[in-house]
């Protein structure tokens, strides 16, 4: 059975179903973000994958709710829903909770809290299965399970940002401020349904925080960058790119402190790199192939090869430890410099002897990429 709106209960349907698209189309958008760049790899980029999860789970919870108090009467049909509606908003945050459990954020807070919330929100899922949607005691587990994780995402959230920099800071930050907005939103969804004041004011509110928290969003994730793993920069050493041809430095940045003590280095490190794939090339009988990492007493090379035939050009990344970050910035190099330098790169045996002159403004490209 059916119930008839009147006027007020008209607008607030609008607004739910403008919320709805909204939030659907955000649900859709981290997906698709994750899509195009989930080759690269980056562990971090699971944050848009679980947030279109979350975004989900999330909307629909508000919409079916919303749903099930302007139109449905069938007390029996009533229930039903709004167990679907908790099952579903309780699922949302443990979708959240899955991004913090990633082991790369066990460097900033203790991940273990949030594998052991996963699990202890399976309790209130159980009390709302078993018992009626309009009992006290589901209204409490549900507020206090879900206060729980909001304090922990919070936490989260302040250290998270505190390790970040640059546009991926500013990113997550709206991202984080519209997801507590549409978390606290849920409080009251459930205010409304326990009924404890009066629903115009509960309804304003609600729909005001979760209108302002899409927005928000959806204002994060567009052009959402790269999320490469927490302090990478500092796994950073030298960047070499190299004319293997003529055994030349194209270009060099040094991201440590420590300087070569030889004035060759650069002309030796490019004449080595070429004569190691020279050797892979023979030992494996399949000229071509080239290495992409090669391992050093206290350091790793990664190695790009550049896409412009018939040039030769290495990019050689210096690192302590192999991350799939660095390497993700290393590409990114490599198509970043190809671009930036497309004519000089076509007749750049022209311009032996004048490559510091010549790509030396690379230099703002780089810290760009690093800020």
């Given at each position: 059975m059916l119930l008839q709106l009147n006027t007020i209960q008209e607008i607030e349907l609008l607004f739910y179903l403008t919320a709805t698209i909204l939030g659907i189309q955000l649900a859709i958008f981290f997906f698709y973000r994750y899509y195009k760049i989930r080759d690269e790899r980056l562990p971090l980029n699971m944050i848009l994958l679980l947030f279109g999860v979350f975004y989900l789970f999330f909307i629909f919870s508000d919409f079916i709710l919303a749903i099930n108090r302007l139109f449905i009467l069938d007390p029996i049909l009533t229930e039903i829903i709004y167990k679907f509606g908790y099952v579903s908003m309780l699922l949302s945050t443990i979708s959240l909770l899955f991004f913090i459990s990633i082991k790369e954020f066990s460097k900033i807070i203790n991940t273990k809290i949030a594998k052991c919330l996963i699990i202890i929100n399976v309790i209130p899922i159980i009390v709302v299965i078993l018992l009626p949607s309009s009992e006290l005691f589901t209204f409490l587990i549900v507020t206090i399970i879900i206060s729980a994780i909001l304090i922990y995402f919070l936490i989260f959230q302040?250290?998270?940002?505190?390790?970040?920099?640059?546009?991926?800071?500013?990113?997550?930050?709206?991202?984080?401020?519209?997801?507590?907005?549409?978390?606290?939103?849920?409080?009251?969804?459930?205010?409304?349904?326990?009924?404890?004041?009066?629903?115009?004011?509960?309804?304003?509110?609600?729909?005001?925080?979760?209108?302002?928290?899409?927005?928000?969003?959806?204002?994060?994730?567009?052009?959402?960058?790269?999320?490469?793993?927490?302090?990478?920069?500092?796994?950073?050493?030298?960047?070499?790119?190299?004319?293997?041809?003529n055994h030349a430095s194209l270009y060099s940045y040094d991201f440590s402190e420590l300087k070569s003590k030889h004035e060759d280095y650069k002309r030796l490190f490019s004449g080595g790199i070429t004569g190691i794939d020279s050797i892979l090339s023979a030992i494996t009988k399949t000229e071509g192939e080239k290495m992409n990492k090669i391992k050093q007493a206290d350091s790793l090379i990664l190695l790009e090869y550049g896409t412009r035939v018939p040039l030769q050009i290495a990019y050689a990344l210096i690192v302590k430890e192999d991350l799939d970050s660095n390497r993700f910035f290393l590409k990114t190099i490599k198509n970043q410099f190809e671009a930036f330098y497309k004519e000089i790169l076509s007749e750049v045996d022209s311009f032996i002897g004048s490559e510091e002159q010549l790509f030396g403004s690379f230099d703002l490209i780089i810290k760009g990429l690093l800020y």
């Open positions: 302040i250290k998270l940002i505190k390790t970040s920099k640059g546009i991926i800071k500013n990113r997550l930050l709206l991202i984080f401020i519209g997801t507590d907005l549409n978390i606290i939103s849920l409080f009251f969804v459930l205010e409304i349904i326990a009924e404890f004041y009066p629903l115009n004011i509960l309804i304003f509110m609600g729909i005001s925080l979760l209108m302002a928290g899409l927005i928000i969003v959806l204002l994060g994730v567009n052009s959402f960058p790269a999320f490469y793993e927490l302090k990478w920069k500092e796994n950073l050493l030298r960047l070499l790119i190299i004319d293997q041809k």
